[in-house]
């Protein structure tokens, strides 16, 4: 017995949303035209992040280059193997992201240079002070204007606080309910049940009833207002809402975390169903990355790219993390040997760095959820967590390239 994903009611509740915030077109266009780096320049110089922007364009042309270290040790690829691209997550914010450049650039000048991973992830609650007082535009700015990252991956973690009359709105366009409380200072936040961690949930995995516009809401008006195209999902609801509400801005495209992952086949295959039910007309989805879970084998990565490749939807990336922050699973977790096996099998993997494997201050869990002031006042030290998860990356780069395999690191690395 089959059932649609996606009830009359729910579809209806997210056109309306669509349409609030000016249709599918003007969404595309707007987020293409405020990825242009003169425009965000234009706008950070006015909001007091002129000096650093300019400091990050002195530092980039400092950076190692790939093409470098090719010539050097007289590298060849072999096309039967598979690509590596290198992801690093962590960059929490302008501060951190700038104090992370410094490394990258003095790394240049030793034995061991660090290279600019291809795609960013960060962990950061999207409050109005970040995504509108040019916090959020400065990182984008940096990572993919300056350095070059493919991608950058903002999180909406839809547990912290918003402004009432913000929920008002949407109540008011979906017709839904939103039940909350009132934090104070006209700010309300989402009732989330399941708080059985220190994190609240991890700061709103739990996406109840039609919380999933909330979700939608959120990573609309962030990709509005800055041009962040790439959002980390909390849930299965939002996956289903984000394949439908994105099938016409291909501008705008969501990944599955590690908090998400698919452990097994079983899993992949629900994912390929739910994407297939909404792809766009160009046979791609709005879900533009899977993390496969941290459970899993190589044998089962490699199973799941080949039915992805199976199922004839295009431009999908599957992940897998090599180290993961000390606090969050397994001591000692080393997932290289793995990698290897997949790469030599012929398949592509993104190879992700939650950590760099050693148990470094701010290499937490707990530095993701660092109130905005105390990331501030931190943004050195996390800036140095994310330069070794970086060098980590180059460190597994270089070594691929000595095998023949070929890895992918952001544009400034070339």
């Given at each position: 017995m089959y059932y649609k994903l996606l009830s009359n009611d729910d579809t209806k509740a997210m056109d309306?949303?669509?349409?609030?915030?000016?249709?599918?077109?003007?969404?595309?266009?707007?987020?293409?035209?405020?990825?242009?780096?003169?425009?965000?320049?234009?706008?950070?110089?006015?909001?007091?992040?002129?000096?650093?922007?300019?400091?990050?364009?002195?530092?980039?042309?400092?950076?190692?280059?790939?093409?470098?270290?090719?010539?050097?040790?007289n590298i060849v690829y072999n096309d039967s193997l598979g690509i590596g691209t290198a992801q690093v997550s962590g960059w929490q914010g302008a501060k951190v992201t700038h104090s992370a450049m410094k490394r990258i650039a003095a790394s240049a000048e030793t034995n061991e240079p660090?290279?600019?991973?291809?795609?960013?992830?960060?962990?950061?609650?999207?409050?109005?002070?970040?995504?509108?007082?040019?916090?959020?535009?400065?990182?984008?700015?940096?990572?993919?204007?300056?350095?070059?990252?493919?991608?950058?991956?903002?999180?909406?973690?839809?547990?912290?606080?918003?402004?009432?009359?913000r929920f008002l709105e949407l109540e008011k366009v979906t017709g839904k309910?939103?039940?909350?409380?009132?934090?104070?200072?006209?700010?309300?936040?989402?009732?989330?049940?399941?708080?059985?961690?220190?994190?609240?949930?991890?700061?709103?995995?739990?996406?109840?009833?039609?919380?999933?516009?909330?979700?939608?809401?959120?990573?609309?008006?962030?990709?509005l207002a800055n041009g962040a195209d790439f959002f980390l999902n909390p849930s299965w609801s939002t996956i289903v809402a984000?394949?439908?509400?994105?099938?016409?801005?291909?501008?705008?495209?969501?990944?599955?975390?590690?908090?998400?992952?698919?452990?097994?086949?079983?899993?992949?295959?629900?994912?390929?169903?739910?994407?297939?039910?909404?792809?766009?007309?160009?046979?791609?989805?709005?879900?533009?990355?899977?993390?496969?879970?941290?459970?899993?084998?190589?044998?089962?990565?490699?199973?799941?790219?080949?039915?992805?490749?199976?199922s004839g939807i295009k431009g999908i990336s599957l992940s897998a993390h090599i180290y993961i922050n000390p606090d969050l699973g397994v001591a000692g977790f080393n997932w290289t040997e793995n990698m290897y096996k997949v790469l030599l099998s012929g398949t592509d993997i993104t190879y992700k760095y939650e950590s760099d494997g050693t148990a470094r201050d701010m290499d937490t869990m707990a530095a993701y959820f660092l109130p905005e002031d105390e990331r501030e006042e931190n943004a050195e030290k996390i800036g140095d967590v994310v330069f070794y998860k970086a060098l980590q990356a180059s460190r597994d780069g270089i070594d691929m390239m000595k095998k023949g395999i070929k890895p992918i690191f952001g544009k400034s690395s070339y």
């Open positions: 309306a949303l669509l349409e609030f915030h000016g249709g599918a077109k003007k969404i595309n266009k707007t987020i293409a035209e405020m990825r242009v780096y003169e425009t965000r320049k234009k706008i950070l110089q006015e909001k007091g992040f002129g000096a650093m922007l300019e400091d990050a364009e002195k530092l980039v042309k400092k950076f190692a280059k790939v093409p470098d270290f090719e010539k050097k040790n660090c290279f600019v991973a291809s795609e960013f992830i960060s962990v950061v609650a999207l409050t109005d002070n970040y995504v509108y007082n040019g916090d959020l535009m400065a990182t984008l700015a940096m990572s993919e204007n300056i350095m070059g990252a493919s991608k950058f991956c903002s999180t909406n973690l839809i547990g912290f606080p918003n402004q009432e009359k309910t939103f039940p909350r409380s009132d934090v104070g200072n006209g700010m309300s936040a989402l009732n989330i049940i399941n708080q059985g961690t220190f994190f609240g949930n991890f700061g709103g995995i739990e996406v109840a009833n039609d919380n999933h516009l909330y979700y939608l809401d959120g990573i609309t008006r962030t990709a984000g394949c439908y509400y994105g099938r016409e801005i291909p501008n705008l495209n969501i990944k599955i975390s590690m908090l998400l992952a698919t452990q097994n086949l079983m899993q992949f295959r629900m994912l390929l169903n739910i994407m297939k039910e909404y792809l766009r007309e160009d046979g791609t989805s709005p879900l533009y990355e899977i993390n496969i879970g941290n459970g899993t084998t190589a044998e089962t990565f490699i199973q799941c790219a080949k039915e992805l490749k199976e």
